[in-house]
């Protein structure tokens, strides 16, 4: 993958300010660390910076077709490549180079905007036509590539730029860094940003399956290029009419024909491929997939992160022993966080909750200092096979809201979150986040247990301003939601928001980009996805415990059965180091109380100091359970927040250095 970045005059007309994209190219160095490219005419500039990967000696862009009057940067990979191109020289375009970005410029002559029924990938892109003076800013499917976008006045002139990361938007020196409190609503709502809101102001992320496209001209408005529009959302069959697989031999057949096709793709390319290897069922049959597409053993790489009961290496190892493969392991422990959690914030661009991303971020650093760019993930299969703990919730706890016109199951979670000293939301919100979802769904019995902590960390004007406005309102939700089986409103959310907003956003791209490394996702494959999303509930979870059903029959097939079969384990870093009890004492930790402290807290003005004292009080003392685990997760992101302030806002929280774009 690359970096992208650039900006248009709306009308078409003024020359781009002299060196502002070079310094957003520049800002996103890493992204693309082997080579630039640069195209500049009347009213627009784009910029690349490139991670060759395929057509290594002659795929620099920006790229145009054959006559020069279609040009594209692009971010990711086509990987039906090899197939597409020799279709559209039977058409009569002619090639110039043997890289994947070519296909674009030529797709958008055949097709237009059909174009997106033909691009097959993870890709984020931007293709201007000199002809027409249209321009095109497109995201894939499953929002495996960010981009992110803003408009701004300058002398007069309005000005849309967009990057491939935000910290090139602020490079420019135009774009003003200013918080978004919709923003940390959904972090703490979701514990992800699933866009098209971020945590800064007036800054935009296209939404996956969807695109922007405008003419430059003096009649063309903000709002006109702004609007995003769909060619691809998450959905699911009607309800009752989802393939019930009677025959079990040919649906399991079936997923493992598509997912290994999947698998070989993404082999696909001019360097080497490793692979990522926990000790769960995904990343095993990847890994055990890529081993028989190559033919031989593919090089693994594996964080072991220490704290008790969090650790898969040992189970890793013993998978990688099996398939033969040459395994690296990588440890991540509490002064590993503490250290490090700093630049996590910086790589991702907003407050990330989830500590396991740091172990990902050492991941990819050891890819990338082991002489690798490109590595396999087996990311992707929990949202769409239903492998999270919140659908086996809710087969067990369901029940409670399926009696009309009682309000048993708000009850019973009141009084759980009182025994447990958790704050709760009053009826009419819990009424109307069950009636916006389409009814009762498992995947609020555990986010909304953790965004109780709006209630109990946030203050003043930043309280009242994130409790008036109901993150899911941002989202625009399915209108198909109703016509769905239960089950699959449930996996909605977890394709939608939690896919593109935490996994995609703060474990993948910005991760492995951060250190040059492009990852590779075979059960996001269009066609994985379509046959996930087409088979009945119960070929992914099999009664209460046996989840992703299809894939773990498939995986026997692969592997030794304790694997197939293996429980899921939430991969989760140690969050009890921001506690009051490693207070002055812990490694590379000084930076933790010095943005938790009383006169930190009152410069941002987002939390309660009060409140965040009692936490950090209460998390020194013992204990375990869904109550502790979510004032964790609250303190977490109490610290996130102010640690991305202090980084990105120049808020001074702290001794560490802010983010120098």
């Known amino acids: 993958m690359c970096g992208i970045a650039g900006m248009f005059d709306l009308s078409g007309q003024r020359e781009a300010p002299v060196g502002v994209v070079p310094a957003m190219a520049q800002a996103i160095y890493h992204r693309g660390p082997d080579e630039d490219g640069f195209l500049e005419r009347p009213g627009l500039h784009l910029a690349n910076r490139r991670l060759s990967i395929v057509g290594l000696a002659d795929?620099?862009?920006?790229?145009?077709?054959?006559?020069?009057?279609?040009?594209?940067?692009?971010?990711?990979?086509?990987?039906?490549?090899?197939?597409?191109?020799?279709?559209?020289?039977?058409?009569?375009?002619?090639?110039?180079?043997?890289?994947?970005?070519?296909?674009?410029?030529?797709?958008?002559?055949?097709?237009?905007?059909?174009?997106?029924?033909?691009?097959?990938?993870?890709?984020?892109?931007?293709?201007?036509?000199?002809?027409?003076?249209?321009?095109?800013?497109?995201?894939?499917?499953?929002?495996?590539?960010?981009?992110?976008?803003?408009?701004?006045?300058?002398?007069?002139?309005?000005?849309?730029?967009?990057?491939?990361?935000?910290?090139?938007?602020?490079?420019?020196?135009?774009?003003?860094?200013?918080?978004?409190?919709?923003?940390?609503?959904?972090?703490?709502?979701?514990?992800a940003m699933p866009g098209p809101t971020t945590v800064f102001d007036g800054i935009k992320c296209l939404v996956p399956g969807r695109y922007l496209h405008f003419k430059l001209g003096s009649e063309t408005t903000a709002e006109q290029a702004t609007t995003q529009k769909t060619y691809w959302q998450v959905t699911y069959p009607d309800n009752g009419h989802e393939d019930y697989g009677a025959d079990e031999k040919k649906v399991v057949d079936g997923f493992e024909q598509v997912l290994f096709q999947a698998v070989q793709r993404r082999l696909r390319a001019d360097v080497p491929v490793v692979s990522y290897l926990s000790g769960g069922v995904d990343s095993s049959l990847i890994v055990a997939m890529a081993n028989k597409a190559l033919g031989r053993p593919i090089p693994t790489f594996t964080v072991s992160v220490k704290s008790k009961g969090m650790d898969e290496a040992s189970e890793a190892l013993q998978t990688a022993r099996h398939l033969g493969c040459d395994p690296v392991v990588v440890d991540c422990g509490h002064d590993t966080l503490r250290t490090g959690y700093p630049e996590l914030i910086r790589a991702a661009e907003f407050p990330v909750v989830d500590t396991s991303c740091l172990g990902l971020l050492h991941l990819a650093r050891s890819v990338h200092q082991h002489g690798y760019k490109v590595v396999l993930t087996g990311e992707g299969a929990d949202e769409w096979l239903g492998g999270y703990s919140w659908f086996k919730i809710n087969k067990l706890a369901g029940w409670a809201d399926k009696i009309p016109g009682v309000p048993l199951g708000y009850a019973l979670r009141k009084l759980f979150l009182a025994a447990t000293g958790t704050p709760s939301f009053p009826y009419s919100a819990y009424r109307r986040t069950q009636r916006d979802m389409g009814g009762h769904n498992g995947w609020t019995d555990l986010y909304g247990v953790m965004s109780t902590n709006k209630l109990r960390f946030f203050a003043g004007a930043a309280r009242d301003t994130i409790l008036g406005r109901p993150a899911l309102d941002d989202v625009e939700l399915s209108p198909d939601l109703n016509r769905w089986h239960p089950f699959h409103r449930q996996m909605y959310f977890g394709a939608r928001i939690m896919l593109p907003g935490h996994l995609l956003a703060s474990k993948g791209d910005r991760i492995g980009m951060h250190s040059s490394v492009e990852g590779r996702y075979a059960f996001l494959d269009e066609d994985v996805v379509s046959y996930m999303a087409n088979l009945h509930p119960r070929w992914k979870l099999r009664g209460v415990m046996r989840d992703k059903f299809v894939e773990r029959l498939v995986a026997e097939r692969w592997l030794p059965k304790e694997v197939a079969w293996r429980r899921k384990k939430m991969f989760r870093a140690p969050m009890d180091t921001w506690s009051s009890a490693n207070r002055g004492t812990a490694p590379g930790g000084g930076w933790i109380d010095q943005v938790l402290s009383p006169e930190s807290l009152a410069r941002t003005g987002y939390f309660d100091a009060a409140a965040v004292a009692r936490a950090r009080d209460q998390l020194s003392r013992p204990g375990r359970g869904l109550g502790r685990t979510s004032l964790e997760m609250g303190l977490t992101a109490v610290t996130a927040t102010q640690l991305w302030h202090h980084l990105y806002l120049g808020g001074g929280l702290c001794d560490l250095p802010q983010s120098g774009q």
């Not at 090639?95 to 997106?116: I, N, S």
């Not at 029924?117 to 890709?123: A, I, L, Y």
């Not at 984020?124 to 894939?140: G, H, K, M, P, Q």
């Open 59 to 191: 795929g620099k862009q920006p790229i145009s077709n054959e006559d020069r009057t279609v040009w594209t940067v692009f971010n990711g990979e086509l990987y039906d490549y090899p197939e597409k191109k020799p279709q559209l020289e039977a058409k009569g375009h002619v090639f110039r180079t043997h890289t994947d970005t070519e296909l674009l410029p030529h797709l958008w002559e055949e097709y237009r905007e059909k174009m997106f029924e033909q691009v097959r990938g993870q890709f984020a892109y931007c293709i201007w036509d000199s002809r027409t003076n249209e321009v095109v800013l497109a995201r894939d499917r499953a929002g495996i590539c960010p981009l992110f976008y803003t408009v701004v006045k300058r002398d007069g002139t309005t000005w849309l730029l967009f990057a491939s990361e935000m910290k090139a938007l602020f490079a420019s020196g135009m774009v003003e860094r200013k918080a978004d409190l919709q923003g940390l609503n959904h972090v703490f709502s979701f514990f």
